[in-house]
C-alpha cells in the first residue's frame, strides 16, 4: 500500500448511517403508494433503478422508515443476502434490515466503498450469526477500508466499472468475446 493511503473504518467515512423500517404487513393503506421501498431481497451487487414495493404516506409515517439519498451504499444485514452490498440510483426508503451509509464524498467516492465492500462481502458475512450470518450497523461501521486520494480512487472505478459494464450487458461483452475467439480460432487455423 502506498504511503498516501490510510485505513479507516467504514463509519468514519460516512456522512449518515441509518436502518429503515417496515409498515405493518396487515395494514393495505400502507402498501401501494408512490414511495419507493427496498427489501433486502432486493440487494445483489447490483444498482437499484426501482424497488419491487412501494408504501403510501401513512405507511412511511406509521413506520421507521426513512428517506435515503440517491448514490448512498446499501448493506444488506440479515437473511439470505446478509452483507450483500447495492446502490441507489433513486431517494427510496428501506427495511430495517438495511444498513444505509451516505458517503461523504470528500473522504470517499461511493462507488469506490461499494467495490470495496463487494470486493470484502465474504469476509463480512463471517463476522455475522446465526444460521445465516446476520451482521449488525455497529459491524458494518467498524469494518477496515483502504482509503487512497479520492483520484486513485476515481481510477480504481473507472477501471471496474468498466469491467462490471463489459461483464453485465451481453449486447457488448459477449458479441465482442465471441468475436475474438473467432480471431483465436482463425489465427489457430492457419498456423
Known amino acids: 500500500m502506498n504511503n498516501d493511503w490510510t485505513t479507516c473504518k467504514i463509519g468514519d467515512i460516512c456522512k449518515k448511517i441509518c436502518s429503515g423500517g417496515t409498515p405493518k404487513s396487515n395494514e393495505p393503506s400502507y402498501y401501494g403508494g408512490n414511495i419507493p421501498w427496498l427489501n433486502t431481497k432486493e440487494i445483489n451487487f447490483n444498482r437499484i433503478y426501482n424497488t419491487e414495493k412501494y408504501i403510501t404516506s401513512s405507511g412511511f409515517d406509521n413506520s421507521s422508515a426513512k428517506w435515503i439519498d440517491a448514490n448512498s451504499v446499501i448493506v444488506a444485514l440479515y437473511g439470505a443476502t446478509a452483507a450483500k ?8 426508503t428501506t427495511n430495517q434490515a438495511c444498513c444505509n451509509l451516505e458517503i461523504d464524498e470528500t473522504k470517499a467516492l461511493y462507488r469506490y466503498v461499494f467495490h470495496w465492500l463487494s470486493k470484502e462481502y465474504l469476509s463480512l458475512k463471517a463476522l455475522g450469526q446465526g444460521s445465516q450470518s446476520n451482521i449488525n450497523a455497529q459491524t458494518v461501521k467498524q469494518y477496515p477500508i483502504p482509503i487512497p ?28 468475446e465471441i468475436e475474438a475467439r473467432k480471431k483465436q480460432y482463425e489465427y489457430y487455423r492457419d498456423m
Open 85 to 92: 452490498v447495492s446502490i441507489n440510483t433513486i431517494p427510496l
Open 149 to 176: 486520494p479520492l483520484e486513485v480512487q476515481q481510477r480504481i472505478v473507472n477501471v471496474l466499472d468498466n469491467f462490471d459494464v463489459i461483464c453485465s450487458d451481453l449486447s457488448i461483452g459477449l458479441p465482442a
